[in-house]
């Protein structure tokens, strides 16, 4: 039969602009979040993560917001680099343990 | 050290027969994870590992899905009667425990089932 593709949301950014990648996540039980980056080819990378008794937390050139409220999570890269090109995920647990339950994912595209 | 290692890279398979894959998780890691990841789909979560502990099996779509993990180490990935619907890559990460630890994740098996 005909496949369909799936197409990612995506985001092209300007080399040097900051970047900012949204995610809504499914349960408000969930007590631990995290941002992953996958490059083609390759497994999900960890970025960052935070936990529910946080709203903001940062790393290096990255700072992830937490809004409990409505349930959102938001990744913003400051600077972005050619490099940072890749597809982000969020992750949630929201049953103890480690199983994740990932977003969607977001393509970020960074024009030189 | 070595990070998470998985083989084969690429399994072609005909539907209907059994294919095994395999994971090399991080020396001195407990937690061990399988997630699978279809064509431009985030990972959906298949089975976990933790010490000593019963597997966390909720995320196995069907009984012909199971999985190991011997020793406390390697694990493999069971599909029998492979269906083309199975076709994803299938992704393997440890962790030091479960909880908030870092999950580091192999390179991934692609699976096309033919």
């Known amino acids: 039969g005909e496949s369909v593709g799936l197409h990612l949301p995506t985001l092209s950014v300007q080399e040097g602009d900051n970047s900012i990648i949204n995610c809504a996540y499914s349960?408000?039980?969930?007590?631990?979040f995290i941002w992953y980056k996958q490059e083609s080819g390759k497994g999900p990378q960890f970025i960052i993560d935070?936990?529910?008794?946080?709203d903001k937390r940062q790393g290096q050139r990255v700072t992830v917001l937490l809004n409990k409220t409505v349930k959102h999570l938001s990744l913003q890269i400051a600077a972005t680099q050619p490099g940072d090109s890749a597809v982000y995920f969020c992750?949630?647990?929201?049953?103890?343990?480690?199983?994740?339950?990932f977003g969607q994912g977001t393509e970020l595209s960074v024009k030189p | 050290g070595a990070g998470v290692s998985q083989s084969p890279s690429n399994k072609v398979t005909e539907k209907g027969k059994d294919v095994e894959l395999r994971c090399d998780p991080i020396s001195g890691h407990t937690a061990l994870y399988w997630y699978r990841q279809s064509l431009g789909q985030g990972l959906e979560f298949l089975i976990y590992f933790q010490g000593n502990s019963a597997p966390d099996k909720s995320g196995l779509p069907s009984d012909r899905f199971s999985a190991e993990r011997t020793g406390g180490s390697v694990s493999t990935l069971t599909i029998q009667r492979t269906q083309q619907e199975d076709s994803a890559v299938y992704l393997c990460?440890?962790?030091?425990?479960?909880?908030?630890?870092?999950?580091?994740f192999g390179p991934g098996t692609r699976l096309t089932v033919t």
């Open positions: 349960n408000s039980a969930s007590d631990y």
């Open positions: 990460a440890s962790s030091f425990s479960d909880g908030d630890y870092e999950q580091y």
């Open positions: 992750a949630e647990r929201y049953n103890q343990g480690g199983k994740l339950i």
């Open positions: 935070i936990r529910s008794n946080m």
